[in-house]
């Protein structure tokens, strides 16, 4: 009796130990695993931050003016913003939501570079090497450039940076983790940019304006490079873009006009991968054209309405012959005060 009972118990044993083990080889979640070619290209769609920087940065700038009580904001953001205040909000256009959209895309293109190295580097797998490097520098350069100084090689290297990731991340708040110097992140967004552009293969995307294609990455190394004051480079780079005929890849305003009875159809136009003018489509949630549209919603601060109708839309110059612009102004003042 004895040894039945033993055997009993060491059955059970074994059982519980196997189930044990099956449960801690599940995967505790809906992760996906990254082994293959294929999910490799589609992890990269998130490699793109969905974020603009164009509200903060624009009503911090010189081209935003304080129009005047008589106009109200657009939220709380706007106001600090303009009077440089610490920014507590967490709204899409708020420093905070930037900063993890940026290195959330970051961990994308991280997570699809470890895969490739796990798979042994493929040739087949170049053009997804090539985006996902361009990826990492682009969302970098943008943080740089708002939570940064300019760059300056006089005083790169002792300006603070931000940090610079090149592995994913495995543990939350991870120690070793610094922001370095701008000249450091410099060195490692040219590092990628330079090692990513020649592994770039359009052929590989169904659309490639929705992807960094050649043309994109080559428009991004120039810009880059005109911010490290490499022009030299930003030269070579801006004339692989524009190629020897750039009056072919600039927007037809005029069969553009053509279609401003159709508002749908003209915003559609705009933004149409069709277009030679535009070199890559993503997209940016952000709340700038409530600000900066023709809606009549937060117009305290931004562009200065009564100097823009009164004075600079008075000037005929390249974008206005005085008339319908500053009607155009006249009637939105006119409509906002009637509303009061």
Not at 25 to 32: A, F, G, W, Y
Request: charge should be negative; glycine fraction near 4%.
């Amino acid at each position: 009796m004895n040894n039945i009972r033993t055997y009993i118990l060491l059955a059970g044993s074994l059982f519980a130990l196997a189930s044990c083990n099956d449960f801690l080889d599940t995967v505790p979640d809906d992760r996906t695993e990254i082994d293959s070619e294929q999910k490799i290209t589609n992890i990269l769609v998130s490699a793109y931050p969905e974020v603009s920087t164009i509200l903060i940065s624009e009503l911090a700038s010189d081209n935003a003016k304080d129009n005047g009580a008589l106009y109200d904001i657009y939220g709380q953001i706007q106001r600090d913003a303009y009077l440089w205040n610490d920014m507590t909000s967490e709204d899409t256009d708020a420093p905070k939501y930037i900063w993890d959209a940026h290195y959330n895309a970051i961990c994308s293109a991280n997570q699809a570079l470890q895969a490739i190295e796990l798979m042994g580097n493929p040739e087949s797998l170049n053009p997804q090497k090539g985006e996902a490097l361009l990826c990492r520098a682009y969302a970098h350069f943008q943080l740089a450039n708002l939570f940064c100084m300019p760059y300056n090689p006089q005083t790169a290297d002792r300006e603070l940076g931000i940090p610079y990731t090149t592995a994913p991340e495995t543990e939350v708040m991870p120690d070793g983790i610094e922001r370095g110097t701008l000249s450091q992140v410099y060195e490692n967004i040219n590092k990628d940019i330079e090692e990513g552009l020649p592994l770039i293969n359009d052929e590989v995307y169904s659309v490639p304006k929705y992807h960094f294609n050649k043309r994109a990455s080559y428009a991004f190394a120039a810009r880059f490079n005109l911010y490290y004051l490499k022009f030299d480079k930003a030269i070579e780079y801006a004339s692989t873009v524009l190629g020897d005929n750039p009056a072919n890849d600039v927007r037809n305003w005029k069969s553009f006009s053509e279609l401003a009875t159709d508002f749908e159809l003209r915003c559609n136009s705009y933004v149409a991968h069709t277009e030679p003018c535009n070199l890559m489509l993503v997209t940016a949630q952000t709340s700038w054209p409530y600000v900066h549209g023709p809606y009549g919603i937060g117009l305290r601060y931004g562009n200065a309405i009564t100097s823009c109708s009164m004075k600079s839309y008075r000037v005929r110059g390249v974008h206005t012959t005085n008339s319908s612009c500053q009607t155009a102004f006249g009637d939105l003042n006119r409509n906002i005060l009637s509303q009061r």
